[in-house]
């Protein structure tokens, strides 16, 4: 309980140093890409790893599963990139979730194929 008691005031002074703080606004704007930035290159860094890992079985696909595989990881990224513009619309919400499903599919898709014939 004491802990919990802690935590939330450590949130709310964090948060009353946004409001009262001048530039406080752009502060934290700056620490959120930040944040951003290093959750993108970490995900970055997670990729060349699974690649290097993984480069005998990704070869071994053969090139139609492999540029389906490339080809939707490029989607994924072409979406996130796109996230704030697509969200701007109800249809751009839509759009925006059908294609991660649709990368995701292929995905699985070219997995599923993978494991089958072994």
Not at 26 to 52: E, K, P
């Amino acid at each position: 309980m004491l802990l919990a008691a802690r935590n939330i005031a450590i949130v709310l002074a964090l948060a009353a140093l946004v409001v009262l703080v001048p530039g406080g606004g752009t502060g934290a704007s700056f620490a959120l890409q930040a944040v951003s930035m290093l959750f993108l290159a970490v995900i970055g860094w997670f990729g060349y790893v699974s690649y290097r890992d993984h480069r005998m079985g990704i070869y071994s696909l053969g090139s139609r599963r492999r540029a389906l595989l490339y080809g939707s990881i490029g989607l994924v990224v072409l979406t996130l990139t796109a996230t704030t513009r697509l969200f701007e619309t109800t249809a751009g919400r839509v759009v925006w979730l059908l294609l991660l499903v649709a990368a995701a599919y292929a995905t699985f898709a070219v997995v599923w194929s993978a494991r089958k014939y072994r």
